[in-house]
């Protein structure tokens, strides 16, 4: 029997509706080629899967990842089906890290920078079992802040924790206890509410106890009084001043400008296992970062941060912030367009400086997350993919003046004076008086 050839007009098209379909598809493949770098839909060429689960704190500092997700931009670099989930703690983001997607944990998140080193090396997971990661972006630069209690109203306090630390030790007098709240052991946040307690002369584990709070429950624990003091982003110690329950006295770019802040960090077995879908994500969160640092999308960017799925507040309790307005809570105290702003971009803000980790590695080894012989180098080596980055950036066309030629930013100078040269991290380790390791 032989088949019969099915023509157009058997299939109730007609021949020009068939070439009118035919040049639709051609037209949006076409688009969708001049939508994907590097040929996306080239053969072999695109994502190995089409999603990731991403994890993220309710903080401004994520922002990049609610604007991927938001615009399309994971979809854009062919990967549709991106699942950015809002984690309760940075506990549960590193839980969650450690279990991996197909433990029905995450593949990557928003994170602290020192968190990817902490998990790698097993100190700060179940039975000090690592994790291998990799950090393949930072994702800004300042703007976390140091907040005080208005029981500290009158102090006005600011850079200079000094005066901070007569008012903390005649309510220890009293019989009260005295504490600073951070978001995580090792983590930024820790590290900052910790040089400006030390630099002011206050031992931040014998003059003071430090607790670990979310970041969304800061302003509602402040309120019952369990902290003198926190460290953590916005849009916290805004909310706080709006609350009238505090003040803000430092943003942290005033302890060091231009400082590293929070990660693109990613679980080694799925990067290495999906290296394409790896930079697919990569290359789509950089995107997001260059339209965020943007002036005239702070407005736009400041409402998609506020809905409920991503921060889940008011958007004024963002908005002056993340466009550059810093109001203190204290009288008379309000910054127009202050240096220390949000940088998603500018200024390197996305490229991994391996020095910076370093700084984070040596911090943790000040205060014996680590031990003081601690190899950082062999681990800045294995969690550090500042390649990736390049590769991506090439891909992306980003400009040459917007890629770093170093590693290294080189020596970081500090509020107080105190200099960090990565090429000697022990000098300035000698050269911090409250610590907990000898040099």
């Given at each position: 029997?032989?088949?019969?050839?099915?023509?157009?007009?058997?299939?109730?098209?007609?021949?020009?509706?068939?070439?009118?379909?035919?040049?639709?598809?051609?037209?949006?493949?076409?688009?969708?080629?001049?939508?994907?770098?590097?040929?996306?839909?080239?053969?072999?060429?695109?994502?190995?899967?089409?999603?990731?689960?991403?994890?993220?704190?309710?903080?401004?500092?994520?922002?990049?990842?609610?604007?991927?997700?938001?615009?399309?931009?994971?979809?854009?670099?062919?990967?549709?089906?991106?699942?950015?989930?809002?984690?309760?703690?940075?506990?549960?983001?590193?839980?969650?890290?450690?279990?991996?997607?197909?433990?029905?944990?995450?593949?990557?998140?928003?994170?602290?920078?020192?968190?990817?080193?902490?998990?790698?090396?097993?100190?700060?997971?179940?039975?000090?079992?690592?994790?291998?990661?990799?950090?393949?972006?930072?994702?800004?630069?300042?703007?976390?802040?140091?907040?005080?209690?208005?029981?500290?109203?009158?102090l006005k306090l600011g850079v200079d924790a000094t005066p901070f630390k007569a008012a903390?030790?005649?309510?220890?007098?009293?019989?009260?206890?005295?504490?600073?709240?951070?978001?995580?052991?090792?983590?930024?946040?820790?590290?900052?509410?910790?040089?400006?307690?030390?630099?002011?002369?206050?031992?931040?584990?014998?003059?003071?106890?430090?607790?670990?709070?979310?970041?969304?429950?800061?302003?509602?624990?402040?309120?019952?009084?369990?902290?003198?003091?926190?460290?953590v982003g916005e849009p916290w110690n805004l909310q706080l001043i709006h609350q009238k329950?505090?003040?803000?006295?430092?943003?942290?770019?005033?302890?060091?400008?231009?400082?590293?802040?929070?990660?693109?960090?990613?679980?080694?077995?799925?990067?290495?296992?999906?290296?394409?879908?790896?930079?697919?994500?990569?290359?789509?969160?950089?995107?997001?970062?260059?339209?965020?640092?943007?002036?005239?999308?702070?407005?736009?960017?400041?409402?998609?941060?506020?809905?409920?799925?991503?921060?889940?507040?008011?958007?004024?309790?963002?908005?002056?912030?993340?466009?550059?307005?810093?109001?203190?809570?204290?009288?008379?105290?309000?910054?127009?367009?202050?240096?220390?702003?949000?940088?998603?971009?500018?200024?390197?803000?996305?490229?991994?400086?391996?020095?910076?980790?370093?700084?984070?590695?040596?911090?943790?080894?000040?205060?014996?997350?680590?031990?003081?012989?601690?190899?950082?180098?062999?681990?800045?080596?294995?969690?550090?993919?500042?390649?990736?980055?390049?590769?991506?950036?090439?891909?992306?066309?980003?400009?040459?003046?917007?890629?770093?030629?170093?590693?290294?930013?080189?020596?970081?100078?500090?509020?107080?004076?105190?200099?960090?040269?990565?090429?000697?991290?022990?000098?300035?380790?000698?050269?911090?008086?409250?610590?907990?390791?000898?040099?």
């Amino acid at each position: 029997m032989t088949k019969r050839i099915r023509r157009p007009s058997d299939t109730g098209l007609s021949r020009r509706q068939l070439l009118k379909a035919a040049s639709g598809t051609a037209a949006l493949l076409a688009a969708a080629k001049l939508n994907f770098p590097a040929g996306a839909f080239a053969q072999d060429s695109g994502p190995e899967v089409k999603g990731a689960k991403l994890g993220f704190i309710a903080l401004s500092d994520a922002g990049p990842l609610f604007v991927a997700k938001d615009k399309g931009l994971f979809a854009k670099y062919g990967m549709p089906d991106v699942d950015v989930q809002k984690q309760a703690s940075w506990g549960t983001t590193r839980d969650n890290l450690v279990l991996g997607s197909e433990g029905n944990g995450i593949d990557g998140a928003h994170i602290l920078t020192p968190m990817p080193y902490l998990i790698s090396a097993g100190k700060v997971t179940q039975n000090n079992q690592p994790t291998p990661m990799y950090i393949l972006a930072r994702l800004n630069l300042d703007s976390q802040c140091i907040s005080v209690a208005n029981e500290y109203a009158d102090l006005k306090l600011g850079v200079d924790a000094t005066p901070f630390k007569a008012a903390l030790e005649k309510k220890k007098a009293s019989g009260k206890a005295v504490k600073a709240a951070m978001t995580f052991p090792g983590g930024t946040h820790d590290l900052w509410i910790r040089y400006w307690l030390a630099a002011g002369g206050i031992d931040p584990d014998k003059d003071i106890e430090t607790i670990v709070v979310p970041p969304p429950q800061m302003v509602a624990n402040m309120k019952v009084g369990t902290m003198d003091c926190f460290c953590v982003g916005e849009p916290w110690n805004l909310q706080l001043i709006h609350q009238k329950i505090g003040y803000t006295a430092i943003t942290t770019g005033e302890l060091w400008n231009k400082h590293p802040e929070k990660s693109f960090g990613m679980r080694a077995a799925f990067v290495d296992k999906y290296p394409k879908a790896s930079k697919a994500l990569l290359m789509a969160v950089m995107e997001a970062q260059q339209w965020s640092d943007k002036a005239e999308n702070k407005a736009e960017l400041a409402t998609i941060m506020g809905k409920r799925q991503w921060m889940n507040c008011p958007v004024e309790d963002v908005l002056d912030r993340s466009a550059g307005k810093f109001d203190y809570g204290i009288p008379g105290k309000v910054v127009e367009n202050s240096p220390h702003i949000m940088k998603y971009w500018r200024d390197f803000a996305s490229y991994p400086f391996q020095s910076h980790d370093l700084w984070f590695l040596t911090e943790d080894i000040r205060w014996g997350k680590y031990e003081a012989n601690f190899d950082t180098k062999a681990l800045i080596g294995k969690v550090n993919r500042e390649d990736m980055w390049r590769d991506a950036a090439k891909t992306l066309g980003v400009a040459a003046a917007e890629i770093p030629t170093s590693t290294s930013r080189g020596k970081e100078t500090f509020f107080d004076g105190k200099v960090f040269d990565p090429e000697n991290p022990a000098a300035y380790l000698k050269s911090l008086a409250i610590k907990r390791v000898e040099v």
